[in-house]
């Protein structure tokens, strides 16, 4: 099984999840956050994946990854914190009690 098949659960469970919170209030503030917490998590991925990568802590078979890389992180890498930054976010507002409108 290749990363990426074991990755696309997460990355489905993500998008319906953003989805289904999509008429919810501050939906734009909420990705906007989102985005910028994922732009953080995904240098971070950047920097101690190739880190780890290079000390030889861990490799990837080349036949279950899709061969792209950044730097010595194949691409699948960046696809978790790409989740946790939109799905944490998403669930929380999903399983929250809604906000009745004041008459």
Do not use: H, K, W
């Not at 971070?44 to 730097?71: C, H, K, Q």
């Not at 691409?75 to 929380?92: K, M, N």
């Amino acid at each position: 099984m290749t990363y990426l098949l074991v990755l696309a659960p997460f990355l489905a469970a993500t998008a319906v999840a953003v989805l289904l919170t999509a008429r919810r209030p501050a939906f734009s503030g909420r990705m906007a956050s989102s985005a910028t917490a994922a732009g953080i998590l995904i240098i971070l991925t950047a920097v101690f994946d190739n880190v780890m990568i290079a000390l030889g802590l861990f490799t990837y078979p080349e036949e279950l990854i899709s061969g792209v890389r950044i730097g010595l992180a194949p691409i699948e890498d960046f696809a978790y914190p790409l989740c946790a930054a939109f799905l944490v976010p998403a669930v929380f507002t999903l399983v929250a009690p809604r906000q009745e409108a004041e008459a």
